[in-house]
């Protein structure tokens, strides 16, 4: 069972990524999806989650307006689309699968989580 996400890297303020996250070993269509960052010194923070089927979705405060979290089961892949990347939004992000609620989803996390990728924003 693996999760792998991919799509990180460097990019200017004000500018967008696409984060993916592509599952193998298990299919996603039973899982609610989350992706969550931690960077330097502060605690994970659950940015975006979406349930089984897509229907409904969190976000983070920080983040509404900006993020955009979908799934497409047939590919086994959640994607988080970014826009207006700010500095603060500089972190190591990962997504994590749960059997729970998109709520208790962002706030706790799931069962299984991948090995995250970089994201850095800076002019």
């Known amino acids: 069972l693996q999760l792998v996400e991919s799509g990180g890297g460097f990019v200017q303020p004000g500018g967008s990524l696409r984060l993916s996250c592509a599952a193998s070993?298990?299919?996603?269509?039973?899982?609610?999806m989350g992706w969550f960052r931690q960077a330097p010194g502060k605690e994970r923070e659950g940015v975006s989650c979406?349930?089984?089927?897509?229907?409904?979705?969190h976000y983070a405060d920080s983040v509404k307006g900006r993020f955009t979290i979908s799934r497409d089961n047939a590919k086994n892949t959640v994607y988080l689309q970014m826009n207006s990347l700010k500095p603060e939004d500089t972190a190591v992000y990962y997504c994590?699968?749960?059997?729970?609620?998109?709520?208790?989803?962002?706030?706790?996390?799931?069962?299984?989580w991948g090995q995250g990728t970089q994201v850095t924003v800076s002019s």
């Open positions: 979406i349930s089984t089927r897509g229907f409904n979705t």
């Open positions: 070993g298990f299919t996603l269509d039973d899982y609610a």
């Open positions: 994590s699968a749960g059997g729970t609620t998109v709520q208790a989803m962002c706030r706790y996390g799931g069962d299984y």
